[in-house]
């Protein structure tokens, strides 16, 4: 009789677990369908006319996305650069196409020890957004013309499937800027 018992007990407690985890399983889920990516980043997305509202989305897809290597405010560690320089890329002649093209497809050089990893899995919306995030902090503020016209979303699109490895983007980097080596 006490085997039996013993036996129902263990039963019901794996029950218990397997309901449990499915539970925790379809509730998951359910988290995920709310928090698709795509219909968050949607949100930024500007009506025809609005301006793009990208500032809070910068500042998170900076943390996400870039701050590991370049430093939570830009300033850059051991092989990662400091960010301070990119407006006065930015503002060189062909540098607005060329800061777009160092973030999806990359950058390596001679300069530092390892390359700047291509990250074009990031959304139009988001890489417009990050951007324009570092364009308008880290020192670059100070550098920055007044009335430079910063990234929309639809500046991103264009330059995708140019197929580039991040050592063209350096050869890029020296001929269509003609930028000292720093
Ligand atoms: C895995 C590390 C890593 C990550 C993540 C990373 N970078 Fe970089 N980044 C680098 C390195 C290394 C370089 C320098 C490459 C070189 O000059 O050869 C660089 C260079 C740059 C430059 C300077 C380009 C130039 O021509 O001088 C900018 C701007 C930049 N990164 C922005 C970003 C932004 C914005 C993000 C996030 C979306 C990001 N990086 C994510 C490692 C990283």
Redesign the pocket.
């Known amino acids: 009789m006490r085997h039996l018992l013993t036996h129902i007990a263990i039963f019901t407690i794996a029950l218990f677990l397997i309901a449990a985890a499915a539970l925790f399983g379809w509730s998951r889920s359910a988290q995920l369908v709310i928090t698709d990516e795509a219909t968050v980043l949607a949100g930024f997305e500007p009506m025809p006319e609005e301006e793009f509202n990208w500032t809070q989305l910068g500042a998170k897809?900076?943390l996400r996305?870039?701050a590991?290597?370049?430093g939570r405010e830009g300033e850059g560690w051991d092989?990662?650069?400091a960010?301070g320089?990119?407006a006065p890329?930015f503002e060189s002649p062909g540098g607005r196409d060329?800061?777009i093209d160092?973030?999806l497809y990359g950058?390596?050089?001679d300069?530092?020890g390892?390359?700047?990893?291509p990250?074009g899995h990031?959304h139009d919306i988001e890489m417009a957004a990050?951007?324009n995030h570092?364009l308008t902090n880290f020192g670059n503020e100070a550098l920055l013309d007044e009335d430079a016209e910063l990234y929309a979303p639809e500046d991103i699109g264009p330059r995708r499937g140019q197929d580039l490895s991040p050592a063209q983007v350096?050869e890029r980097?020296l001929e269509v800027m003609g930028v000292e080596e720093e």
């Open positions: 897809a900076y996305n870039c590991n290597c370049h092989q990662y650069p960010l320089h990119t890329l060329y800061i160092v973030h950058l390596t050089g300069r530092w390892v390359p700047m990893p990250m990031i990050v951007i570092v350096n980097r």
